[in-house]
T-cell receptor, first 116, second 113 residues
């Protein structure tokens, strides 16, 4: 069974540009989560999408946004990039709410974003 | 106080030994608990969920103490391949749904031959 996939693997941008990161969940999973892991810091929760809706967001500015498509894949957009946005961005997926294991999350390999 | 706190280590342990980590969490509303393992520059991988009654998976045993708000992980007969960072993870539920996971910064374990 294919796991969570993310693209691109690496992304290099300059300050002020926009970045788009993509994630495809495990087949059958409807919830997608985005996390940021900056160097030396733990994983920080960014966004949660379920059934096409944004369900919750972490303590990040509005220039971090995203969406979930009808096939449950997701995009994370980061506008007006800043140097401190350089990090590993991880996507995770889980089963739908209401299932017994819905909150077990499985991670993709991540997109390493470098802002110059 | 941080939401999830772990001793960062590193824990240097000889192969075959038993090692235990603890983790404390601050939010008493937390409802789901996990241990993840993360290898260097890789994504976290779910090691095991932690249940109220405690649970075991092979050489790994997890315990939850809600009264004291801590979670533990015990690794028996440690292998070289157990070397990794172990992340304590807590999930609060709100409105009947799951929020994002709150991760500790991890405990670094090095198994020495």
């Amino acid at each position: 069974e294919a796991g969570v996939t993310q693209s691109p693997t690496h992304l290099i941008k300059t300050r002020g540009q926009q970045a788009t990161l993509r994630c495809s969940p495990i087949s059958g999973h409807t919830s997608v989560y985005w996390y940021q892991q900056a160097l030396g810091l733990g994983l920080q929760f960014l966004l949660w999408y379920d059934e096409g809706e944004e369900r919750n967001r972490g303590n990040f500015p509005p220039r971090f946004s995203g969406r979930q498509f009808p096939n449950y894949s997701s995009e994370l957009n980061v506008n007006a990039l800043e140097l401190e946005d350089s990090a590993l961005y991880l996507c995770a997926s889980s089963l739908a709410r209401g299932t017994s294991s819905y909150n077990e999350q499985f991670f993709g390999p991540g997109t390493r974003l470098t802002v110059l | 106080r941080k939401e999830v706190e772990q001793d960062p280590g590193p824990f240097n342990v000889p192969e075959g030994a038993t090692v235990a980590f603890n983790c404390t969490y601050s939010n008493s509303a937390s409802q789901s608990f996990f241990w993840y393992r993360q290898d260097c520059r890789k994504e976290p991988k779910l090691l095991m969920s932690v249940y109220s009654s405690g649970n075991e998976d092979g050489r790994f045993t997890a315990q939850l103490n809600r009264a004291s708000q801590y979670i533990s992980l015990l690794i028996r007969d440690s292998k070289l391949s157990d070397s990794a960072t172990y992340l304590c993870v807590v999930n609060r539920h709100s409105g009947g749904g799951a929020d994002g996971l709150t991760f500790g910064k991890g405990t670094h374990l090095i198994i020495q031959p």
